[in-house]
Each structure stands twice: as structure tokens, then as C-alpha cells.
């Protein structure tokens, strides 16, 4: 077990990488950036945002691209809006208007060509510093009791080594994202030594991928610096996270809480149906449609 010492820095600040196309989102993408389609009334990124301040998260780096000036938008006052509520005796709606942009520092840099993953991160090298940091993958949206950024730093603050979130998927899910060398530590934890992106069957040493959540030491920077292009052409941060497993082993949390591929049209629509089915004004009534409109199939 790793002693915690005056070294150990608590983790501030994160990355959400958000300037993806979309391309599993067409023909909508087009006009509107899949990060700010709602989950219910909220744009989906605001879900990742509010996930790093309920962990502790101070600051926060948005890394966008062309045509992402909405999620820029969301972030920031809304005088118009905030007028019309007055006028219209609403003016007690305007704190919570407010409240996420209030909630943490939300800043913002441009990824003026998509590289991949890996090249989107080491943009964040100057806002980043010499800290550890939490990465917030753009896609995935995840429900949980304790926050799975939280989660991590847990790991993180017992073992002292940089964190990744992974559950066990199918095998075809894993030949699509990534397979985990890993040795149970108990307490859902495990020590990773290695992993592949995108293995063949082959290749696959087990069935836990990373999803939509990792921790990572300052020490990924200078990999990435100097890490070739992988799958696609592109900087892979995998394949940059499999050499600092390696080099020195990562901690990988079967984290608790449920997971939604926002990317995808299918996950999307998940999302809205639970989560309006759970919804504190909407719930309800909502319940109560479904339950009518499923007699019907």
C-alpha cells in the first residue's frame, strides 16, 4: 500500500475532452454539438461538469473545437433569459440559471485539429501543470451514489498511482475499446500492468475496459509528448496510459454506477428515459406514460 506523503496533491482540476465531430450522432451533429443535447432539460456535458465539482474539482478544461461555441454559452450568465424571468415574476429561477456556472471555474481551449484522444490531452498540459488530474471522457454520462471522479481519487489517495474507471464488458465491446492486464486488489480495485486498444481476440487479457473515466499523474504529458500515432492514425491516450502502466502500474476501479454511451443515438435515448423517469417534476407523469405507451407495443 502506498503511505500517503507531503508529495501527494490533492486533485483540482480536470479535462473534458469535447471536441469530437459526432459522427454517430449525424445528421444532428451538424447543427448542434452532441455535448450540449439535453439529458431531460440539461445539456449532457453539464452532467460531467456538476460530477467534477460534487468530487472537488475547482477548475475545469473544456476542449472544444469549431462549431462548439454553445457549450461555451451554457457556462457563462444569461442576461436576456434572466431579463425575461424577471419581468415575468420568475426572477426566483435565475439562481439556479446561475448555479453551474457558479460551481466551478469552467475554462476552455480549442483542439484545432482532431488527433485524437492523446493529442487532446497533452493541450491541456499548461492548464494542468504538475498535478493530477481528472479526464471526463466527452461520451460517457454516469449515474452514481459517489461521484465516479470521487471514486478515483479514493484509489488514487490508497495507492499513490493514476486511475482508470472500467466495468466488464462483452467481448465484442472489448475488441472495440480496450483490454486490461489486472490483479484483484479487493475492494473492486485492481493493478493494472498493461492494456491494449482496440485487441483482437486474441489479444484479450480480460474483459474489464476503461469507460469514460481515468486519473492521471502529470508523468502522461511527457509520453504523450513523444508517443507515436496508434489505431487510426492518431495520438491514443491508451496507448500512452499502457506505458505508464508499465512503467509504473495504474489502479483500475469497477466503479459503482451506471454508464450511458451519450455518443450513440441508442445511449442517448436511454438516458432521457430513465432519467425523466426519476425526475423530480417530471417523474411521475412520466412514469405513467410510459407505462401506458408499453401496453401498446
Known amino acids: 500500500m502506498y503511505d500517503k506523503g507531503d508529495d501527494m496533491k490533492n486533485i483540482t482540476k480536470a479535462v473534458i475532452p469535447a471536441a469530437g465531430l459526432g459522427m454517430r450522432m449525424l445528421p444532428i451533429a451538424r447543427a448542434v454539438p452532441k455535448e450540449v443535447l439535453p439529458i431531460v432539460d440539461r445539456p449532457a456535458i453539464s452532467c460531467l461538469v456538476e460530477e467534477a465539482a460534487d468530487s472537488g474539482i475547482t477548475d475545469v478544461l473544456i476542449i472544444t473545437g469549431r462549431g462548439k461555441t454553445a457549450i461555451e454559452d451554457y457556462f457563462d450568465y444569461s442576461p436576456e433569459y434572466e431579463n425575461k424571468l424577471i419581468s415575468s415574476g420568475r426572477s426566483d429561477e435565475i439562481p439556479e440559471m446561475r448555479r453551474i456556472a457558479e460551481?466551478?471555474?469552467?475554462?476552455?481551449?480549442?483542439?484545432?485539429?482532431t488527433k485524437g484522444l492523446g493529442h487532446a490531452i497533452y493541450r491541456a498540459r499548461p492548464f494542468v501543470g504538475n498535478e493530477p488530474f481528472m479526464v471526463l471522457y466527452g461520451?460517457?454520462?454516469?449515474?452514481?451514489?459517489?461521484?465516479?471522479?470521487?471514486q478515483l481519487m479514493t484509489a488514487y489517495e490508497k495507492y499513490?498511482?493514476?486511475?482508470?474507471?472500467v466495468k466488464e464488458v462483452s467481448e465484442?465491446?472489448?475488441m472495440k475499446y480496450c483490454t486490461l492486464k489486472a490483479d484483484p486488489l479487493g475492494d473492486n480495485m485492481y493493478r493494472v500492468t498493461t492494456m491494449i486498444e482496440k485487441p483482437t481476440r486474441e489479444q484479450i487479457y480480460t474483459r474489464l475496459s476503461i469507460l469514460g473515466r481515468v486519473l492521471l499523474t502529470p508523468d502522461i504529458f511527457d509520453i504523450l509528448e513523444n508517443l507515436a500515432p496508434g489505431a487510426g492514425g492518431e495520438i491514443q491516450l491508451t496507448d500512452a496510459m499502457k506505458?505508464?502502466?508499465?512503467?509504473k502500474g495504474m489502479i483500475a476501479v469497477d466503479f459503482e454506477g451506471k454508464r450511458y454511451?451519450?455518443?450513440?443515438?441508442?445511449?442517448?435515448?436511454?438516458?432521457?428515459?430513465?432519467?425523466?423517469?426519476?425526475?423530480?417534476?417530471?417523474?411521475?407523469?412520466?412514469?405513467?406514460?410510459?407505462?401506458?405507451?408499453?401496453?401498446?407495443?
Open 172 to 174: 465484442e465491446l472489448v
Open 139 to 150: 461520451d460517457d454520462i454516469i449515474f452514481s451514489e459517489t461521484p465516479v471522479c470521487r
Open 243 to 247: 506505458l505508464l502502466s508499465e512503467a
Open 103 to 113: 460551481r466551478c471555474n469552467v475554462h476552455f481551449i480549442r483542439q484545432h485539429e
Open 160 to 165: 499513490g498511482l493514476a486511475a482508470c474507471g
Open 261 to 297: 454511451d451519450l455518443g450513440s443515438k441508442i445511449g442517448f435515448l436511454k438516458a432521457n428515459v430513465e432519467r425523466a423517469s426519476v425526475d423530480p417534476e417530471l417523474g411521475e407523469e412520466f412514469r405513467t406514460y410510459l407505462k401506458e405507451f408499453a401496453a401498446t407495443l
